[in-house]
């Protein structure tokens, strides 16, 4: 028996040698007598960067102009509002905990306290602003008018809400409860709204400026205390200020693992030339295995040839971790027109997939009823990105082949 082994996206000498290593040893375990070949494209194929990342901001230190101060400290907005993006409740959940430690004891009972002012404010809001106003033509030019009421609603039913009205005791704090209620009902917005908002940083500071107004704020820029505790936490866990600082570096050890992509998508007819060649010279038809991208292009080899009416003899493909399905779905897999069926020749199709493997797709939803392609699920129990490299050390995989061979 003859197994082809195509290595998926980002592998490079060394690691393709310890990967074939252990794909082989997993293979021979069962079928002791067979020829396993690698395919090792990573080198001629796979991306590098052209102009040694010259088009990444970072790559390379940059002078600043003459009479400017290099940038080089953190950016306090990113890190707040990646954090208000994520959770946009997490500012009004820490203003309450710091409020309720400073509590002075002094409220006065029957009285409504500032924070229940506050409360009462934002439930008097509009839900429909005035077209003609500022802020409804702001919510208008960022896309967002149409979540607005459901923002309102949310902070305002919200248990951190509730909470941190109930421990804004005194005016200090009920202003800068002000402050933090005005950043959460932006943030539900937005954070709704994902990408389809139009959204600048001025623009999104302006509606923080006006929901303040409205509620009794005076000025936008007040750090209140949660903020504060906010930015130590964002500098600590949110990946912007990393991603800002080494962008360069981060850019240059990644390049492979996108730009093999990319590239294949652009030029991967040198690929799957090489691929057919493989299978053609073989002396008995080969089961070929692709992880990853390897999948992909075996994939659209093998349709291309028998599209072409000209099959190639081949036992048996298996995909490991691959997005050919998903790819044919959008369609953008180079061997099928975008809904075409598998053509005529066409091998029997083991796709082995994880769930937790964000980069591994199901087959047999997206060609209904065809007998030659079937799922398998397998279980590393890790989480992504570990779990796309993870099927090389399960017995399942190579169990799941052996039972399709034999």
């Known amino acids: 028996m003859r197994i082809i082994f195509v290595h998926g996206t980002g592998v490079r000498r060394p690691r393709f040698d310890e990967l074939f290593q252990r794909v082989g040893a997993g293979l021979l375990k069962r079928f002791p007598d067979a020829d396993v070949e690698p395919c090792y494209w990573g080198d001629e194929f796979g991306a590098t960067l052209g102009a040694g990342g010259a088009s990444v901001p970072g790559m390379v230190p940059r002078q600043a102009p003459p009479g400017t101060v290099a940038d080089t400290a953190e950016d306090p907005e990113t890190v707040e509002w990646l954090l208000l993006l994520t959770d946009p409740y997490c500012e009004l959940r820490v203003f309450a905990e710091l409020a309720v430690e400073a509590d002075t004891g002094f409220a006065v009972p029957g009285v409504r306290s500032p924070g229940e002012a506050v409360a009462d404010r934002l439930r008097a809001l509009p839900r429909e602003p005035d077209p003609s106003d500022e802020l409804a033509a702001l919510l208008r030019e960022t896309d967002l008018a149409e979540g607005y009421r459901r923002a309102l609603d949310a902070v305002a039913d919200s248990e951190e809400f509730r909470a941190a009205c109930a421990a804004a005791e005194d005016d200090a704090t009920a202003s800068d409860l002000v402050a933090t209620t005005g950043r959460a009902v932006v943030a539900v917005l937005l954070a709704e709204a994902r990408d389809t908002a139009l959204c600048t940083g001025d623009e999104r500071d302006r509606l923080v400026d006006l929901l303040t107004g409205r509620l009794g704020g005076t000025a936008r820029g007040l750090v209140t205390r949660g903020a504060g505790v906010l930015l130590k936490l964002g500098l600590r866990l949110t990946r912007q200020p990393v991603l800002d600082r080494w962008r360069g570096e981060f850019t240059s050890d990644k390049a492979s693992e996108v730009g093999d992509i990319l590239r294949y998508q652009a030029r991967g007819e040198a690929l799957r030339t090489r691929l057919q060649q493989m299978i053609d010279r073989s002396p008995e038809p080969p089961v070929v295995i692709g992880h990853s991208l390897g999948g992909i292009a075996l994939v659209d080899t093998l349709a291309l040839a028998a599209t072409r009416q000209q099959p190639l003899p081949v036992h048996l493909l298996v995909t490991v971790g691959s997005q050919a399905p998903f790819l044919h779905e959008l369609g953008a ?68 082949i052996g039972e399709a061979l034999r």
């Open 333 to 400: 897999l180079a061997g099928l027109h975008p809904g075409a069926a598998l053509p005529s020749g066409f091998p029997d199709w083991l796709n082995i997939y994880d769930r937790k493997d964000l980069l591994s797709y199901l087959a047999e939803p997206v060609f209904p009823g065809d007998p030659r392609v079937t799922d398998h699920e397998v279980r590393s129990r890790q989480p992504f990105p570990l779990s796309h490299s993870a099927y090389w050390k399960l017995d399942a995989v190579f169990d799941r």
